[in-house]
Structures are given as C-alpha cells and as structure tokens.
C-alpha cells in the first residue's frame, strides 16, 4: 500500500492512496457491482454488520466492508484510490474517520475531527507501512464513504475474465436461457470429480427436469492466478454451456462466525444473476454452520464417497463402507505434488491434474529459498556453502547470498542501524524472492536479526515459491569463542557500536523449519543435516549423494 498526492478531480489534490488486498478486493467489488453498497461502511454499519449480518437498517449483509488506512490518511477529506501499480480506480469521499479498536468496529468514532482512539500505532510503524496484520479487523484507522467511479481496473491477473456482474447477466439474456435457473459455483479451488459429479447433481436438481445452466465464479488472487488454470480445465467435464467468471473475494475474517464468507459469496453470486449457489469447500475444512438468511438458496452438497465397487462418486449414505473411499483433503493433495507423485484417476481428471502439476511442480523442480539466519559467527556462510555444493550437484542452479558479499554489493553504504538492517534483509527477499519465481534456488546467509522483517521475507518468497528458514542456533559465547574476525573482542572493547548479540538485538526465530546446533559437530555433520532435512522435504533428490 502506499501513499501520495493527486490533482485529481479538480480542487485542492486528494492524496493518493492503495488499499491493501482485502480493501482492493472490498473496493473492486463495489465499484463492479458484485456488492449492492455505494461505498466503505462507517463504525456503526461495520458494528452492526459484525454483530447481527445486518446493517441498521435492517438489510441483511454478512460481512463488514471497511478500508484500513494509516494514520497519515486519518483525518483525509477525499481520498483518490489507486490498485498497487498507483492508477486510479475511485475516489472516496470522506462522510466518517474511525478506529477500529481491540474490541471489534466503532469503539470511538468521530466525524470530522481528529481520530484519536485506544492504542497507537507500534513504534516501528509497521501498522503505519502495513495495516493490520489480516487486513480484516485489526485495530486501526479506518474511512468511510461513497466511492465514486474513476475508471475500470486494469490491475489484476485474469483480467479477460474479470467479468463484471452485468456483463454476465446481459450475455446469459442475450444467448443463454434466462428463465432456467442459475447456479453458481464459488470456488477458489481445483474441482476434481467429487465437486464435478454434485456440481451436475444440482443443476439436474435444481433444473426441475432441464438441467440447471452453471456459472463457475472463480475466486483467484489479484496478483496470480492461483488455481484457475485448474479450475478451468475441468471446462469439458461440466454441463454444456457452463460459463466462468474470475472475481477476487475478500478472505475470510477469522474473528466472524464461519458462515459469514459462504454467505457473502452467495450475495455475490446473486449479482450475477444465479438463482442457487453451490459452495465448494476443502474435505478437511468442512465445518461451517449452514448460512442463515442468503440472498438465494446455499445448496450443501454434504458428503460424498467414492465407490470403488460402482466406480462412481455418490452421497456417502449411498457407499457401503466396505468400499468407500474419502476425498483426499488439500494438504494431502499439495504434499502429493510436492514429492511428485500422480493424483490418481478415481480422484480427479487427467486434465486438471497435469493442470494441477504444472501449478505445483514437485520440489526437486520447485523454487526454494534456503533462509540462514544466526549470530556472527555461528556457521551460516560456513553451511551455507556446503548446503550449495549439495544442490548444485543435485544438478540445480543455485545463487548463494551471504551476508558479507550482500553488504558489498547489494547493500554498499548501509549501516547497522536496525532501519538499514531491515533495508538488507528486504533487498537480500526480494532478490531471492525472483531467483524463487524463476524455479532456482537462493540460499542466503546474513544474521537478520529481526522477526518482523524475517516474516516479511517468508510472505515475499512464499508468493513465488518455498522457503526453508535454518536458525544456525549457535550460543553467544561459542561464537564469541571462535571470533573469527575478532569482531566480537572490538564490539567488547566498544570499537563496534551496534554489534549483534553484544550491543544490538537478535530476536529467535520460532518458525525455523531446522535448528542447527553447531557446538560439539564438525561442518560436515552440520552440513550433512540440512542437506538431509532438505531431501527429507523433499527439495533434494533422495536417489544422489
Ligand atoms: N554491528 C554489527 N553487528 C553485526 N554484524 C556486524 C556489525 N558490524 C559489522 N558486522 C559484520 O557484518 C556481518 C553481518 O551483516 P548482515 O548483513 O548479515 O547483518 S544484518 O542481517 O543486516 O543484521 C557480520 O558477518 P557474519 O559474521 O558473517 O554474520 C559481521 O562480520
Ligand atoms: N558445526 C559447525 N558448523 C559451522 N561452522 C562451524 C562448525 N563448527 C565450527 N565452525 C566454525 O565456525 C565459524 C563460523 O563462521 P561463519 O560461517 O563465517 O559464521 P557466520 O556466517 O554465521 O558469521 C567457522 O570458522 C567454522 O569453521
């Protein structure tokens, strides 16, 4: 998200503002017409939508929609807001500036004045650079107000399918069938032939005799494709003349009961035109109440088995449990193409499962990040290097980042001041963030002694690939022991101002994916264990040295 200023619109410039993703998405589905609301909601309509799926006047709406901004907008009269790349989308005028506070919307709204609510922001500004964590409803500020339309996004993967929901309704009364009904598929994952075979159970259901007409809405990401190559390919195996729509929904708020993001997707469905919705949900993640109160029926397929003796998929009351197979849930089928192996055929198609393994090549072919992070002198160059000597003859390319070269190249000029410690960490993420997108593999070896900024870096090459953090957890006093550049004697003796470990902060990683403990063990064996963890994981190929 950034921030600056426009001369849009006339009059004095309204500053210039990117929503983060879950406001982008609120945002784009305003000013498309897949919301029926004219803008972002004020502390009352937020609260009330939390409390009751219902906005005070009484229209039921399941979910708030708010736009968190820093606290440099907080008092803004007009916003211009703008997708990540900085075109303008819409301009927002202010009617109320609020903070959302701990306890949920509206603990202290004001209008027209300063907002001035509980907490402020951490003193690093990380709520500043970032709003809330989850985007949803952390404490922060917030605006509300109409949103008046600028010009069509442009932002966005799929763009030729982002259809808007008038778009599809006049097409469906132009060539389709507009007095059957419609039912609509909201899915943001890959359907295999479970999901396919009660897809065309309920349009015959719903048809009444002529088969329902099926609209596929396909939840992908803005900056990605995420599943819908594989959604799309399962095309041949639905009913005749189903169409697709890609729309980006807000992720589910954690803080609301469950069912609040089945019934948003059904008001979204509604503004497409569909008469039904049919949501697809993860086998393991199966446990959200029934909506109440959709805009249209939220048909639940319920449960599902496959019958190994009949060789079809039908409702699990149908199976005898003799020969019953359970879907296997996302996790397991992510970890299947992980290590490379087949979806088998009673699974799902042919076609969405090689659409399915290009997505997501197995790790020996996958990029990866291999993350050190450690005190100086605690071994990461050291295992580092060995760890690149293993890839590259594994046979992959690899491009190590070691601390001491970074400072050199990338980062010439930069201090150890924790801002400039963060710049480097930032630069070294982003640079192996790219060698990740690309299937290579960066390894990179500086201390990074913050957790904030170590997170960063994961969320930044998770984007692109995997990412593999080694806390080379070696105590203070071993590596002051070895002091191989005899940094720590000049940090003792106060010639070093800042120096990790001694004078400046390292924060201990609680997510390392391995913890290396090089006291007592020789490199080799230090090397040979992530080498090892590596393969275990599958990253490396198990049949070489
Ligand atoms: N004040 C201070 N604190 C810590 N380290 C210092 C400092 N000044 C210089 N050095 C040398 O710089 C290397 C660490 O650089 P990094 O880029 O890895 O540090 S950071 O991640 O940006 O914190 C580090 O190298 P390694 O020993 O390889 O870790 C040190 O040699
Ligand atoms: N098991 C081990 N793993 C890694 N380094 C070790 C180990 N045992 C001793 N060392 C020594 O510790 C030092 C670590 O230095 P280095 O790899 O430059 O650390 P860093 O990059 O974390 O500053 C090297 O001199 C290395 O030989």
């Given at each position: 998200m950034s921030v600056g200023e426009s001369g849009h619109g006339g009059g004095p410039a309204a500053p210039v503002f990117a929503p983060d993703p879950v406001g982008l998405a609120h945002l784009e589905a305003i000013l498309s017409g897949a919301?029926?609301?004219a803008g972002f909601m004020t502390a009352a309509e937020a609260a009330s939508v939390a409390g009751h799926g219902r906005l005070p006047d009484g229209t039921p709406w399941p979910v708030p929609v708010t736009l968190a901004v820093p606290a440099g907008l907080a008092d803004a009269a007009r916003l211009v807001l703008t997708d990540p790349e900085g075109a303008p989308l819409a301009e927002l005028t202010v009617s109320e500036r609020w903070w959302s506070g701990p306890g949920g919307p509206g603990t202290e709204g004001s209008s027209g004045e300063e907002s001035a609510g509980p907490g402020t922001p951490d003193p690093h500004g990380a709520l500043d650079r970032r709003g809330p964590a989850d985007g949803h409803g952390g404490p922060g500020h917030r605006l509300a107000g109409e949103v008046r339309f600028i010009r069509p996004s442009m932002y966005g993967s799929l763009r030729h399918l982002r259809r808007v929901p008038a778009d599809v309704r006049a097409r469906r009364e132009a060539g389709g069938a507009p007095d059957r009904p419609l039912l609509a598929v909201v899915t943001g994952r890959p359907l295999h032939h479970r999901a396919l075979h009660q897809i065309r159970a309920a349009a015959d259901r719903i048809g009444g005799g002529r088969r329902a007409e099926v609209l596929v809405i396909i939840d992908a990401p803005f900056d990605g494709e995420g599943m819908a190559p594989a959604i799309l390919a399962a095309e041949p195996l639905l009913p005749a003349r189903t169409r697709f729509a890609v729309a980006t929904l807000p992720p589910a708020d954690p803080a609301l009961p469950e069912d609040r993001a089945d019934l948003l997707a059904a008001h979204v469905a509604r503004s497409y035109g569909a008469t039904h919705v049919l949501i697809d949900r993860d086998p393991d993640a199966r446990s959200a109440p029934a909506p109440a109160g959709p805009p249209i029926p939220v048909l639940h397929p319920g449960d599902w088995r496959y019958d190994t003796g009949e060789e079809l998929w039908l409702p699990?009351?149908?199976?005898?449990p003799a020969h019953a197979r359970t879907e296997p849930g996302d996790a397991e089928v992510e970890e299947s193409l992980a290590l490379g192996r087949e979806l088998p055929a009673w699974f799902t198609p042919a076609r969405v499962a090689a659409e399915l393994a290009r997505l997501r090549p197995a790790r020996t072919r996958r990029g990866l990040t291999v993350f050190f992070t450690g005190l100086s002198g605690s071994g990461k160059s050291t295992v580092a290097r060995g760890v690149s000597e293993a890839v590259r003859r594994s046979g992959r390319t690899v491009t190590l980042l070691d601390g001491d070269v970074v400072r050199r190249m990338l980062s010439s000029g930069l201090t150890f001041s924790r801002a400039d410690r963060d710049l480097n960490i930032r630069r070294i993420g982003f640079v192996a963030a790219e060698i990740t997108r690309h299937g290579g593999v960066a390894i990179c070896a500086p201390i990074a002694p913050y957790a904030v900024t170590r997170a960063e870096v994961r969320a930044m090459v998770e984007d692109a690939g995997d990412f593999f953090l080694v806390h080379v957890a070696t105590p203070l006093e071993v590596c002051e022991a070895r002091d191989r550049k005899g940094l720590y004697a000049k940090a003792r003796a106060g010639e070093i101002p800042e120096f990790t470990g001694v004078s400046d902060p390292y924060e201990e990683p609680t997510d390392a994916d391995l913890v290396l403990?090089?006291?007592?063990?020789?490199v080799a064996e230090s090397v040979a264990e992530a080498v090892a963890a590596l393969r275990t994981g599958g990253w490396l190929p198990t049949d070489r040295p």
């Amino acid at each position: 998200m950034s921030v600056g200023e426009s001369g849009h619109g006339g009059g004095p410039a309204a500053p210039v503002f990117a929503p983060d993703p879950v406001g982008l998405a609120h945002l784009e589905a305003i000013l498309s017409g897949a919301y029926p609301l004219a803008g972002f909601m004020t502390a009352a309509e937020a609260a009330s939508v939390a409390g009751h799926g219902r906005l005070p006047d009484g229209t039921p709406w399941p979910v708030p929609v708010t736009l968190a901004v820093p606290a440099g907008l907080a008092d803004a009269a007009r916003l211009v807001l703008t997708d990540p790349e900085g075109a303008p989308l819409a301009e927002l005028t202010v009617s109320e500036r609020w903070w959302s506070g701990p306890g949920g919307p509206g603990t202290e709204g004001s209008s027209g004045e300063e907002s001035a609510g509980p907490g402020t922001p951490d003193p690093h500004g990380a709520l500043d650079r970032r709003g809330p964590a989850d985007g949803h409803g952390g404490p922060g500020h917030r605006l509300a107000g109409e949103v008046r339309f600028i010009r069509p996004s442009m932002y966005g993967s799929l763009r030729h399918l982002r259809r808007v929901p008038a778009d599809v309704r006049a097409r469906r009364e132009a060539g389709g069938a507009p007095d059957r009904p419609l039912l609509a598929v909201v899915t943001g994952r890959p359907l295999h032939h479970r999901a396919l075979h009660q897809i065309r159970a309920a349009a015959d259901r719903i048809g009444g005799g002529r088969r329902a007409e099926v609209l596929v809405i396909i939840d992908a990401p803005f900056d990605g494709e995420g599943m819908a190559p594989a959604i799309l390919a399962a095309e041949p195996l639905l009913p005749a003349r189903t169409r697709f729509a890609v729309a980006t929904l807000p992720p589910a708020d954690p803080a609301l009961p469950e069912d609040r993001a089945d019934l948003l997707a059904a008001h979204v469905a509604r503004s497409y035109g569909a008469t039904h919705v049919l949501i697809d949900r993860d086998p393991d993640a199966r446990s959200a109440p029934a909506p109440a109160g959709p805009p249209i029926p939220v048909l639940h397929p319920g449960d599902w088995r496959y019958d190994t003796g009949e060789e079809l998929w039908l409702p699990a009351e149908r199976v005898d449990p003799a020969h019953a197979r359970t879907e296997p849930g996302d996790a397991e089928v992510e970890e299947s193409l992980a290590l490379g192996r087949e979806l088998p055929a009673w699974f799902t198609p042919a076609r969405v499962a090689a659409e399915l393994a290009r997505l997501r090549p197995a790790r020996t072919r996958r990029g990866l990040t291999v993350f050190f992070t450690g005190l100086s002198g605690s071994g990461k160059s050291t295992v580092a290097r060995g760890v690149s000597e293993a890839v590259r003859r594994s046979g992959r390319t690899v491009t190590l980042l070691d601390g001491d070269v970074v400072r050199r190249m990338l980062s010439s000029g930069l201090t150890f001041s924790r801002a400039d410690r963060d710049l480097n960490i930032r630069r070294i993420g982003f640079v192996a963030a790219e060698i990740t997108r690309h299937g290579g593999v960066a390894i990179c070896a500086p201390i990074a002694p913050y957790a904030v900024t170590r997170a960063e870096v994961r969320a930044m090459v998770e984007d692109a690939g995997d990412f593999f953090l080694v806390h080379v957890a070696t105590p203070l006093e071993v590596c002051e022991a070895r002091d191989r550049k005899g940094l720590y004697a000049k940090a003792r003796a106060g010639e070093i101002p800042e120096f990790t470990g001694v004078s400046d902060p390292y924060e201990e990683p609680t997510d390392a994916d391995l913890v290396l403990h090089t006291e007592g063990r020789s490199v080799a064996e230090s090397v040979a264990e992530a080498v090892a963890a590596l393969r275990t994981g599958g990253w490396l190929p198990t049949d070489r040295p």
